[in-house]
């Protein structure tokens, strides 16, 4: 049916179809009433995969390579076999249920959230090209997953155990353990870390100076945690922006790995320019995730635990987990780690913190006690 003309004289036709002439007639009505409502007519024959796919294409712009591929893996193993042929505007809260449902015998609970995003945002980026009137997906909560990997933590004898193998191992690994275990810093924020950022106190010029200039004889170091390896360099979260004051244990292993660098230099006989990341590729370039753990692994098994079960990441948790158990205030630890707010810290280090509250058990103690010396001394 035509239902008007564009200003350069077209027809602007509005189509209905069916398996019978009623069925026809119904689905024109339709359309003809969406057109009076000033409402956009949906293609009858867009599907959830090309939806998914002009996503993939258009909605990943200014995220690493890293991170496109994640989603799209994702979307081509999970969503797009599942829901791709499904015409987008038939798409039901109970055929996203349902799929949800199915996917999380295979999936954890993380990997069904993203799974549920991909399709979440691939809908809503159809509803503003006028493709579908409205987001089902938003409609649906993410079920439990299969239970993951749980993280771990290193107790105070392992993590000393570790310590003592970092001591001994290759300066950059060694340094690198130290340093994650010692400080809390992500295994992004350190791959970044740059020896500029790397400072110590000089109390005549009293302000901090890097070391490269200032030198190992002083008695107050620390660390910017300004950068990482993010595609824009920017750490995590705002917060994650912080300076740490280093321990003397991290001081001794930069120091070894500073001394360690500068003899290969002048052993390659380049003794005029210095590496400016603190941990780096003989020729300079930044350590990629996977040299990292194939290391760090390596020292865990000298240290007598399995390294193929460890991640670096979990040198963080283990920094956790030994605070928690220290009596360190969650506050400071959640400041320490980078973390906006401590309900932040709770939620992603559960398992390393130690929920114990004291001061009910305190008080009751001492309440009690009095009780019962006035009762033996009437």
Aim: glycine share 6%.
């Amino acid at each position: 049916m035509t239902v008007g003309y564009t200003p350069q004289g077209k027809r602007i036709v509005r189509k209905g179809s069916g398996r019978t002439k009623t069925a026809a007639k119904e689905a024109l009505r339709k359309v003809l009433r969406d057109h009076e409502d000033g409402l956009p007519s949906e293609p009858a024959k867009y599907t959830v995969g090309e939806a998914v796919e002009y996503w993939l294409q258009h909605g990943l712009s200014g995220r690493s390579e890293r991170t496109v591929e994640m989603n799209r893996t994702f979307a081509e193993n999970h969503v797009i076999p599942a829901l791709g042929a499904r015409k987008l505007r038939d798409l039901s809260a109970e055929d996203v249920d349902n799929w949800l449902k199915a996917k999380s015998e295979e999936l954890s609970t993380r990997s069904l959230k993203l799974v549920h995003s991909i399709l979440h945002r691939s809908v809503r980026k159809a509803m503003a090209r006028d493709k579908v009137r409205r987001n089902v997906v938003e409609l649906c909560d993410v079920p439990e997953g299969r239970e993951g990997r749980p993280s771990k933590a290193l107790t105070l004898v392992q993590a000393k155990a570790v310590l003592n193998a970092a001591r001994k191992a290759e300066p950059r690994i060694g340094a690198y353990i130290v340093l994650s275990l010692a400080t809390g810093a992500r295994t992004e924020e350190l791959r970044a870390l740059a020896w500029d950022h790397v400072v110590a106190y000089v109390e005549d010029a009293e302000r901090w100076i890097p070391v490269q200039e200032a030198g190992w004889e002083h008695d107050a170091y620390a660390m910017y945690v300004w950068r990482s390896v993010r595609k824009k360099g920017d750490t995590k979260t705002r917060k994650s922006r912080r300076t740490l004051k280093l321990p003397r244990i991290c001081v001794e292993a930069l120091q070894r790995l500073h001394e360690h660098q500068e003899a290969i230099r002048e052993s390659a006989g380049d003794a005029t320019s210095e590496p400016s990341l603190v941990f780096c590729t003989r020729s300079g370039l930044p350590l990629s995730a996977a040299n990292v753990r194939r290391d760090f692994r390596k020292v865990l098994d000298r240290a007598e635990l399995v390294g193929a079960e460890w991640a670096p990441r979990e040198m963080r948790h283990s920094f956790v987990s030994v605070l928690s158990d220290h009596g360190i205030p969650i506050e400071d630890i959640s400041r320490l780690v980078g973390h906006r707010s401590t309900a932040v810290t709770e939620t992603v280090y559960r398992l390393q913190i130690r929920p114990v509250m004291e001061k009910g058990a305190t008080a009751m103690d001492g309440i009690f006690a009095a009780e019962d010396s006035m009762d033996e001394n009437p």
